[in-house]
């Protein structure tokens, strides 16, 4: 079964790091993706803050996601390099990571993401870059 059958019929518990963090997928295809996540107390830092790699972890997952459905099937790809840009914290609420191919080589990928608020406010821009490697 290929990772997006697995999203498809087990959702979140498809992916240990989704189960751990709290992250459901939302949407994916044509190399776009969503997820949303639930902001816990513990992912906060001593002042109270989301603390700045769960907006990079989540928006890279968006970012992979989104990769996966323009790759064939069993595919691997690894994160190369990724920046972010933090532009407002949040404490609580819901946030969504909307990721997005920006474009596919036929060895390394190039994507986009966004992390906002539940009120579509947007919290943070990341890019990066993945090695597209041989199926398994």
Known sequence: M?????????????NPFFVMMGIDPVS???GEAELSME???EMCNGAGWLQGGVYTSLADEAMALALF????????????????????????GTLKARGKVVRRGRRVAFADGEVSDQDGNVLSM??????????R
């Open 2 to 14: 290929s990772y997006l059958e697995e999203i498809k019929a087990r959702g979140r518990k498809a």
């Open 28 to 30: 994916y295809g044509d």
């Open 39 to 41: 902001v816990r107390p």
């Open 69 to 92: 459905t323009v790759l064939e099937e069993n595919t691997r790809i690894a994160t190369i390099s990724e920046t972010t840009h933090y532009l407002a914290g949040v404490q609580d």
């Open 126 to 135: 990341t890019t990066a870059s993945f090695a597209v490697m041989g199926r």
